[in-house]
């Protein structure tokens, strides 16, 4: 099976803040990667599919980058709505796989 | 706009099965191009997917709860249920049930993908 290590665990940035979260797979899923925001006490919502693509509705600051085993979530600048945790999905053929998550808070 | 939700007992005895049904609402889960799938996720805790099931019935399942786990589709009610048998305390979780985009290998081999709508998801506790 195909794990994913965020990193870091948890982060905290202050408003406008740029900060990168990173999820690396133990092996090459090609562009198979997928994103997802969970607000605090809320259901996963869906941010970016296929490595870079935004989900419909998703604000520009939000992008994503990578390829191969090394993949990347930017926010380009922080916002008090982006309190959440972040977690990377594999999809490159089951089974399917979630990285631990990034918890990002406000300074 | 696709609405899914999770229903069935809150509280389930350990070495007992856990049963839950998906209600798709606002869209037909007997379509192509789309799977159906159980994620869990314990208190406090990270994502774990469960298993997917195809429109046409073919089953994905998590190697962890394969030899426990069971997902199918009731098209004439548009929904999808899972079973989890033998349950533990260490499958107390929130349980989701979500929409997943199929992926198409070399043109032509099918697979779950990402999630695109989720359920609220029901919180399953696992107690005498």
């Known amino acids: 099976d195909i794990q994913l290590t965020q990193s870091p665990s948890s982060l905290s940035a202050s408003v406008g803040d740029r900060i990168t979260i990173t999820c690396r797979a133990t092996?090459?899923?090609?562009?198979?990667l997928a994103w997802y925001q969970q607000k605090p006490g809320k259901v996963p919502e869906l941010l970016i599919y296929a490595t870079y693509t935004l989900q419909s509705g998703v604000p520009s600051r939000f992008s994503g980058s990578g390829a191969g085993t090394d993949f990347a979530l930017t926010i380009s600048s922080l916002q008090p709505e982006d309190v959440a945790t972040y977690y990377c999905?594999?999809?490159?053929?089951?089974?399917?796989?979630f990285g631990g998550g990034t918890k990002v808070e406000l300074k | 706009q696709l609405q899914l939700q999770e229903s069935g007992p809150g509280l389930v005895k350990p070495s007992e099965t856990l049963s839950l049904t998906c209600t798709v609402s606002s869209g037909s889960i007997g379509r192509s191009t789309y799977y159906w799938g159980w994620i869990r996720q314990p208190p406090g805790k990270g994502l774990e997917w469960i298993g997917s099931v195809y429109y046409r019935g073919n089953t994905y399942y998590s190697p962890s709860l394969k030899t426990r786990v069971s997902i199918s589709l009731d098209t004439s009610n548009n929904q999808f249920s899972l079973h989890l048998g033998s349950v533990t305390a260490a499958d107390t979780a929130i349980y989701y049930c979500?929409?997943?985009?199929?992926?198409?290998?070399?043109?032509?081999?099918?697979?779950?993908?990402?999630?695109?709508?989720w359920g609220r998801g029901t919180l399953v506790t696992v107690s005498s």
């Open positions: 999905q594999n999809y490159n053929s089951a089974p399917l796989t």
């Open positions: 979500a929409r997943q985009r199929e992926i198409l290998y070399f043109g032509e081999i099918s697979s779950p993908g990402y999630f695109d709508y």
């Open positions: 092996q090459g899923i090609s562009n198979y």
